[in-house]
């Protein structure tokens, strides 16, 4: 079992920087690959940015693709998301997700991965 935590959401400019961070609880974190996903109001959830559980392999939705920085340290149990040149279609609840697998291969659709957090909220201004 993880449980996940996310944070570092807030209100932002046009053009401006977050990192949002995901914490995991338990030991056996460094098993699990990540994701974040998000989910703008009226829209389904979304794929943002994986990455496999020894942070090798990473993938990213071309719409943040060159933006977004997704990274881990499983010393520290914890999962980042940089996210820079935000723009207003970036609003979004932003969540972070798990899954048990030692592949390098990525996937990117929100049933495969068993356990998310309660999310995280960007508001990005024009």
């Known amino acids: 079992q993880v449980q996940l935590v996310e944070s570092g959401g807030g209100l932002v400019q046009a053009g401006g920087s977050l990192r949002l961070s995901c914490a995991a609880s338990g030991r056996t974190f460094s098993s699990y690959a990540m994701g974040w996903f998000r989910q703008a109001p009226g829209k389904e959830r979304e794929f943002v940015a994986a990455?496999?559980?020894?942070?090798?392999?990473?993938y990213y939705a071309d719409s943040v693709k060159g933006r977004f920085t997704i990274s881990r340290d499983n010393a520290k149990n914890t999962v980042y998301l940089q996210m820079n040149s935000l723009k207003p279609e970036d609003t979004a609840v932003y969540y972070c997700?798990?899954?048990?697998?030692?592949?390098?291969?990525?996937?990117?659709?929100?049933?495969?991965?068993?356990?998310w957090g309660q999310g995280t909220q960007v508001t990005v201004s024009s």
């Open positions: 990455i496999s559980w020894s942070g090798g392999s990473t």
């Open positions: 997700a798990g899954r048990r697998s030692a592949s390098i291969v990525i996937v990117t659709t929100p049933p495969d991965y068993n356990y």
